[in-house]
């Protein structure tokens, strides 16, 4: 291909890039998804397709990705504390972090709020305002 | 590094007839192509697709996997992430997941008009049929492939153990993924899916968690932490504790295990040029070079003062000769021989012949006989306000008026005599603070230390906090992200007066005409509207800054460790601009506690947020489910349990998974937990024995099976795995 003249020379030798025309396709990318048009097909994402299965007109006991997902959890939920990982009996109200000791709530008093949110969030515990 | 990718091209695609099956793991982490039968894949990589931009060409390519960065310098990749054909366990894009079979099979050396070969492709339990058959369509339109079937990459590794003799007929697969983690009981070698259980954690999830973990750890070092170099770490460094609780506890106690436990990396780092004490003859030559300047600027200022004074005294002369003129012209002809010097009286020349006096004093740098000088000056002001003291009615018009003149000149001058008193009593104050200071330091330099950085923090907070009511708001409080303009605004008193002002300037009040304007004084509210006029503020924190700038030099000078905090703004986190220089400490990023708190995740899901029973929990859920209420068969399953998947590589954690069911199930059932052969590869492995099989072509489907019996019917294709 042209292309493949003005390419350095070691990306070609590594065959880095996906050649557009292969010999044992029927169609090819470029005729499939022609230029012009957005390539950003609209693609359906699991949770559309979860609800175009319609898995409610199906008898429940059968196997579908839907129930065979697992339940929450019963076992009481080991609290440790966010910043270093050890246990956390205690929470900070202000910031809802966890804490393990009095040095620890020390640095989270002093965290700016920013990491605070990320540390929430890692946790999914971060309030998002959408 | 574990996975390694293959994509050399192979050679020998046209030696297989068309007969031969072509194995695909098509997985969310890699995919692995080769030929059934064989003991290995022939190509692997990861199942990521880049769109970059070629800087120089301008075309937007496509490059497939992961590849050299060092290659990858020749494409504008800012606006292309990597993106994987997958969401969760489900494949939804078949536009990547295009490129990515075209790459595979371009790999494997195909060169014909079509791929004609069965083709088996492992998909996630339970997929959807939607995405089924998308992928079957893919296959058959496009790559023209004559049949296809479609399998589960847990039950193929099952399989592939049960016939190596690692597992029973009956078991319980455990596969923790890339995206998901699975839990499938096998009964007579089949899988049984209304038991199976699946969790939405994997290992994505693990290294995601240790990237931001130890990003907010070491917020310095952000760059170094990409995905790929914490996948390294996590793959070299973590470990599954056997109890997590204890396992902590000896990192807060700072135990000697938990010492050897700790890996440290270090980061590359290159120690700052020391500066090397300069030598003897440096230090002379400066010291000599600096004499000769003071010396130089000596002799000029010597110069300078010694005309001066030439030239003082000969005003002073020429002033004293005007004098004497004076007093030897006769009476009445004073005012004409004074119009020809410029000097209006005697009293004139006589006040400019004191001050050149004075000057000249100064210059010489006599000492200033201050009491001399204050009793001159009650004398020169006797004589200037010589006419207060003399009442009213005494005095003619002008004298009123000169009187006037005096009163003012007096006020004046006393309020100035005030102020410098009142300055010298506060300088006398402040020096007798420092003195009272320094003996407290004397006596206890440690807590006075403390103090003054308390002091210091307390205003610091103070001074920021006025900062952040300035400027609109900020970050008040946690929660609002984006309603800080409103609200932010209205927080300074003189902020909520303006408000106020507006409102009431622009509230129509309905009847009457408006009759803002009639007066003159209405105007006088837009000044007072003006954000100029709202600045009024500024003094009193400029008070504080002024305190916190002294205390904080004043801390420098004491304390060699002090680092006054800038305020950097708040984008910036508990980084402070370090004005001692770095050390070796500061680039090592030291793994304790994150060796066995990431993968832990696997165990406990909560903590990451996902509301699902973890790994040891699942089994039990998944016997639950089987509802068959047989003892033995229970018994049966939970004695041969496998473990596989890629992200069961964590040392120890058959032994955690071990103890965690023995928690669950009751007291003496038989547990035994087996680690797959090859956890990675058995997948692939299961699949490729199992096509090789003769009875293989009967579990395939071809495409007239598809066009010709629906998506109905695929909803309900299943393998069978025992053949």
């Not at chain 2, 695609?13 to 007969?19: E, M, R, T, V």
């Not at chain 2, 994987?84 to 939804?92: E, K, L, Q, T």
Request: net charge negative; hydrophobic share 35%; proline share 5%.
């Amino acid at each position: 291909m042209s292309m493949k003249d003005k390419m350095e020379a070691e990306v070609v030798e590594a065959e880095l890039v996906l050649p557009s025309y292969l010999s044992f396709k029927r169609v090819q990318m470029y005729e499939k998804y022609p230029k012009g048009q957005a390539r950003g097909r609209h693609w359906k994402h699991l949770k559309q397709i979860i609800q175009a299965e319609n898995y409610q007109n199906y008898p429940p006991d059968e196997p579908n990705y839907v129930n065979i997902e697992s339940p929450p959890s019963i076992h009481p939920c080991k609290r440790i504390c966010d910043i270093t990982g050890f246990e956390a009996p205690y929470y900070d109200p202000r910031t809802n972090l966890r804490y393990a000791n009095a040095d620890v709530f020390k640095v989270i008093r002093s965290l700016p709020n920013e990491y605070v949110q990320r540390y929430l969030a890692l946790r999914n515990a971060a309030i998002v305002l959408k | 590094m574990p996975f390694i990718s293959k994509i050399q091209r192979q050679n020998d695609f046209n030696l297989f007839d068309s007969q031969t099956p072509i194995v695909i793991d098509n997985g969310a982490s890699y995919f692995r192509i080769g030929w059934a039968g064989e003991s290995e894949p022939r190509v692997v990589f990861r199942n990521i697709v880049q769109r970059p931009r070629h800087k120089v060409t301008g075309e937007t390519v496509t490059i497939v996997g992961d590849h050299d960065p060092a290659l990858l310098k020749y494409f504008d990749c800012t606006r292309s992430g990597p993106r994987s054909a997958f969401d969760s366990n489900v494949v939804y894009q078949f536009e990547t997941m295009e490129y990515i079979l075209d790459f595979g099979f371009d790999r494997m050396g195909a060169n014909g008009m079509e791929i004609d070969h069965p083709v088996l492709i492992t998909e996630c339990a339970c997929n959807p049929v939607q995405s089924r058959s998308k992928m079957a369509e893919l296959l058959f339109e496009t790559y023209g492939v004559p049949s296809i079937a479609f399998g589960v990459d847990v039950a193929f590794s099952y399989k592939y153990n049960q016939q190596q003799g690692v597992c029973a007929k009956d078991g319980l697969a455990l596969c923790p993924g890339f995206t998901t983690t699975h839990v499938i009981p096998f009964v007579d070698g089949e899988p049984v899916y209304r038991g199976s259980c699946r969790t939405n954690i994997g290992g994505f999830h693990v290294t995601d968690y240790l990237k931001q973990l130890l990003s907010l750890k070491y917020p310095y070092h952000l760059a170094a932490f990409t995905w790929e170099k914490v996948e390294d770490l996590k793959m070299e460094h973590c470990y599954v504790a056997p109890d997590y609780l204890s396992e902590a506890r000896l990192f807060q106690k700072g135990a000697k295990e938990a010492e050897e436990k700790t890996r440290c990396w270090q980061l590359p780092w290159v120690p700052p040029p020391t500066e090397e004490p300069p030598s003897e003859e440096e230090i002379a030559r400066k010291a000599a070079i600096k004499e000769k300047q003071s010396q130089r600027l000596r002799e000029m200022a010597e110069a300078k003062k010694s005309s001066k004074i030439n030239e003082l005294e000969n005003e002073l002369h020429a002033l004293e000769f005007l004098l004497h003129q004076l007093d030897q012209v006769k009476e009445s002809e004073v005012p004409s021989f004074l119009a020809e010097t410029g000097y209006v009286s005697r009293l004139e020349i006589e006040s400019e012949r004191n001050k050149v006096m004075q000057s000249l004093r100064k210059v010489k740098g006599e000492p200033k006989n201050e009491q001399a000088e204050i009793e001159k000056a009650d004398l020169a002001a006797n004589e200037k306000y010589s006419l207060i003291n003399i009442a009213d009615d005494m005095l003619t018009q002008e004298q009123l008026n000169e009187k006037k003149k005096q009163l003012s000149l007096k006020s004046m001058a006393e309020g100035r005599q005030r102020l410098k008193q009142k300055r010298y009593e506060e300088e006398l104050e402040r020096e007798r603070q420092q003195q009272l200071e320094e003996e407290k330091r004397l006596e206890n330099p440690g807590l006075y230390l403390e103090q003054l950085l308390a002091r210091y923090k307390d205003l610091s907070e103070r001074v920021d906090q006025q900062k952040r009511l300035k400027t609109n708001g900020g970050h008040s409080n946690g929660n609002n992200l984006s309603g800080g303009v409103g609200r932010g605004e209205r927080l300074n008193a003189a902020q909520r007066e303006r408000m106020r002002l507006l409102t009431t300037a622009a509230f129509d009040r309905g009847k009457g005409e408006d009759t803002f304007g009639i007066r003159d004084e209405d105007w006088q509210l837009y000044k007072l509207m003006s954000k100029d006029y709202a600045n009024d503020d500024d003094e009193e924190p400029d008070e504080d800054e002024a305190e916190l700038t002294r205390i904080s030099s004043r801390l420098q000078e004491l304390d060699a460790t002090f680092i006054p905090k800038s305020d950097v703004g708040f984008s910036q986190p508990a980084e402070v601009p370090r004005f001692k220089p770095l050390t070796k400490e500061d680039f090592q990023i030291s793994l304790g506690v994150e060796r066995f708190r990431c993968p832990e995740m696997l165990f406990s899901p909560n903590w990451i947020g996902v509301d699902q029973v973890g790994l040891d929990e699942m089994t039990g859920v998944s016997i639950r489910r089987l509802q068959f209420k047989d003892e033995s068969l229970e018994e049966r399953l939970t004695s041969s349990i496998l473990v596989t998947g890629g992200s069961s590589l964590y040392p120890g954690i058959v032994e955690r998974l071990e103890a965690g069911i023995r928690m669950i199930r009751p007291c003496g059932s038989p547990i035994k937990i087996v680690r797959a052969l090859d956890p990675v590869m058995d997948a692939w492995r299961g699949a490729a024995s199992f096509a090789s099989d003769s009875q293989f072509h009967l579990q395939t489907f071809s495409r007239q099976d598809y066009y010709e019996k629906g998506e109905d019917w695929l909803r309900n294709y299943q393998l069978q795995y025992t053949l």
